[in-house]
C-alpha cells in the first residue's frame, strides 16, 4: 500500500513565524504535490516537484516555497505566516509518466493567529 | 479550458436509499479519470480510474461508471458509514506534459446517509 505521511496533524503558529510541513512517501514516486484545500474552494495546487530539487509553481505558489532534497521527501515552507495561510494542508504523489492517481496523506490542519 | 463539474454540491439519503453522484469533464483527450473519497478532517483516499467510456470499477456498495462526457458513481443500499465527500479528477487534456501530471479536482459532492 502506499503511504503518505505528514510531519503534523495539527499546527498552530503565530503571524510571522517561519513554517515548515513535511511530507515523506515510502513508494518510490517521482512526483510530489502540495495542496491547500479550504471551504468552498476544493482543492487548489500549490507547487510541485517532479525529482528532487525539481520545482513547479501550481496555482497558488504567493507566499510559499518548496524543498526537495530527497526522493521521498518534500517540505513546504511558510516564510512569514499570515492568517489568510490558515488551512487544511495536503500532500500527494504519483508515479511519473502514470499512472496518474494521486496518492494523499492525512493533511495537516495549520492555524495562523 | 479543462473543467470539472461535480453534482449535486450535497446530497442526503436514507440509509438503503440508492442514488448517483456526477462528475461531468471538459477535457480533450481523457486519460483518466478519478474517483476520491475524503472524510472529514482527512485526506482523500483514492477509491477508482477510468480510463474509457463504458468501463465499470466496482468496491462494495459503490459503482463507477464512465462515458465521453461524464462519469457516475453509483451508490446501492448505502450505509451511514459511507457518509463522506466524494471528489473526482482528471489529468489536463492532451497537449500537456503527461510525466509530472497535476490533476484538475472536482469540488466534490458531500454524501451524508442517516440511518
Not at chain 1, 87 to 93: E, G, N, P
Not at chain 2, 54 to 60: A, P, Q, S, V
Not at chain 2, 66 to 83: M, Q, Y
Not at chain 2, 99 to 109: A, R
Request: net charge neutral; proline share 5%; charged share 25%.
Amino acid at each position: 500500500d502506499v503511504k503518505v505521511t505528514q510531519s503534523s496533524r495539527y499546527l498552530v503558529k503565530r503571524t510571522g513565524e517561519k513554517v515548515f510541513l513535511e511530507c515523506v512517501q515510502d513508494m518510490d514516486h517521482e512526483n510530489m504535490f502540495w495542496y491547500r484545500q479550504d471551504p468552498g474552494l476544493g482543492l487548489r495546487l500549490i507547487y510541485f516537484s517532479y525529482d528532487v530539487k525539481m520545482k513547479e509553481k501550481g496555482d497558488i505558489p504567493e507566499g510559499y516555497s518548496v524543498s526537495r532534497e530527497k526522493k521521498e521527501r518534500f517540505s513546504l515552507i511558510l516564510e512569514s505566516a499570515s492568517t489568510n495561510q490558515t488551512s487544511m494542508y495536503l500532500c500527494a504523489s504519483s508515479l511519473y509518466g502514470g499512472p496518474y492517481e494521486q496518492y494523499f496523506g492525512p493533511g495537516t490542519r495549520l492555524t495562523v493567529t | 479550458e479543462d473543467q470539472v463539474t461535480q453534482s449535486p454540491e450535497a446530497l442526503r439519503l436514507q440509509e438503503g436509499e440508492s442514488s448517483s453522484l456526477n462528475c461531468s469533464y471538459t477535457v480533450s483527450g481523457l486519460r483518466g479519470l478519478f474517483w476520491y473519497r475524503q472524510d472529514p478532517g482527512k485526506g482523500p483516499e483514492f477509491l477508482f480510474t477510468l480510463y474509457s467510456a463504458g468501463e465499470e470499477k466496482e468496491k462494495e456498495r459503490l459503482k463507477a461508471t464512465l462515458t465521453k462526457k461524464e462519469s457516475f458513481l453509483h451508490i446501492t443500499a448505502p450505509k451511514p458509514e459511507d457518509s463522506a465527500t466524494y471528489l473526482c479528477a482528471v489529468p489536463p487534456g492532451r497537449g500537456v506534459n503527461t510525466g509530472f501530471q497535476k490533476l484538475v479536482f472536482g469540488t466534490g459532492t458531500r454524501l451524508l446517509v442517516s440511518p
